[in-house]
């Protein structure tokens, strides 16, 4: 091609009328133009394309070779961009797309396939991507975009039943909640654990925890300051496997949230639950409205 734009969609259309025409005149009908109009357009994507697309002579027009490879051209730009134009349509319409999920691993195990399962089965041209994070990551995904939607333990609930943010730096995003668990003391299987502890007891043997970007470690240091406890633990991580391992091992006892639980089991513990306070899992959703495919999950979250 010359230094000018290429050709236009006017222009494919215009090319494939004349192509299947057998005059300029008919051409020029079925396109609703003069014939004069249709030469000036004709003329233009030839010099556009610096090809002569048309042997024209008073039998009528006949294409030369680049016109019929000019055609193949035409015939797949065509094909793509009614392709696109649909693909673009079904994600308007949140029927097809990505949702990028960011979920908290305990959160994941317990129930996303469950949650990609029944969303899959209303949007099967969809894709859903998760990535497993710690509550404080996965808001900061959505904070900068790279996650959509993430399921994190945004939330405490007191006993009172007022709920706490825990991540108050949190900006520009929404905390719809999702569903409320207790807290559990985990300690090794041969330990003097009481059926009900007391908040004062647990934090006073805890010695493996979480880090501070986490939900847990956030709820427990306002736990502490409430009950006026001391909690100082000395080992952190961001497992839950690790802390199972760890309390077994005899490194110490912990403080899990229930959907943990579960994850416990592939040690010897004990554990028992703590009063009062929960944790409140949340779907954390940019402030401004979510892509419809996001929303539709969303949906689907909210409805289980």
Do not use: K
């Not at 969303?119 to 994070?133: C, G, K, Y």
């Not at 404080?136 to 709920?163: H, K, Y």
């Not at 952190?236 to 391992?245: C, Q, R, V």
């Not at 402030?287 to 689907?300: C, R």
Request: with cysteine; net charge negative.
């Amino acid at each position: 091609m010359t230094g000018e734009s290429g050709p236009s969609l006017r222009d494919l259309e215009v090319f494939a009328v004349l192509a299947a025409s057998p005059t300029i005149t008919e051409a020029a009908i079925a396109l609703h133009l003069s014939q004069s109009q249709l030469s000036r357009i004709l003329g233009g994507l030839e010099r556009r394309m610096d090809v002569v697309l048309f042997d024209r002579s008073t039998a009528g027009l006949r294409l030369t070779a680049e016109g019929r490879e000019f055609a193949r051209t035409a015939e797949a730009i065509g094909e793509a961009y009614t392709r696109e134009m649909r693909a673009f349509t079904s994600r308007v319409a949140g029927e097809a797309g990505e949702v990028r999920v960011s979920v908290l691993p305990s959160m994941a195990f317990e129930h996303m396939a469950t949650w990609t399962n029944r969303f899959r089965s209303r949007h099967p041209q969809a894709t859903l991507t998760a990535t497993d994070d710690i509550s404080g990551s996965g808001i900061a995904a959505v904070m900068s975009g790279d996650a959509d939607v993430a399921i994190s333990a945004a939330r405490m609930r007191l006993p009172t039943g007022e709920a706490r943010p825990l991540f108050t730096e949190a900006r520009g995003v929404r905390m719809l909640p999702l569903l409320t668990e207790r807290f559990h003391l985990v300690a090794p299987a041969d330990a003097p654990l009481p059926a009900e502890p007391s908040w004062e007891f647990a934090l006073s043997h805890l010695s493996v925890g979480f880090t501070e970007s986490t939900s847990v470690q956030r709820s427990l240091t306002a736990i502490a300051a409430a009950e006026d406890v001391d909690y100082l633990p000395e080992t952190l991580t961001n497992s839950p496997l690790t802390i199972a391992g760890l309390v077994e091992a005899g490194l110490g006892w912990s403080i899990v949230p229930a959907s943990n639980l579960r994850l416990m089991q592939v040690r010897q513990l004990r554990t028992a639950e703590l009063p009062g306070y929960e944790r409140v899992v949340c779907i954390v959703v940019p402030e401004a409205d979510a892509a419809p495919l996001a929303q539709h999950f969303v949906d689907t979250l909210l409805e289980g």
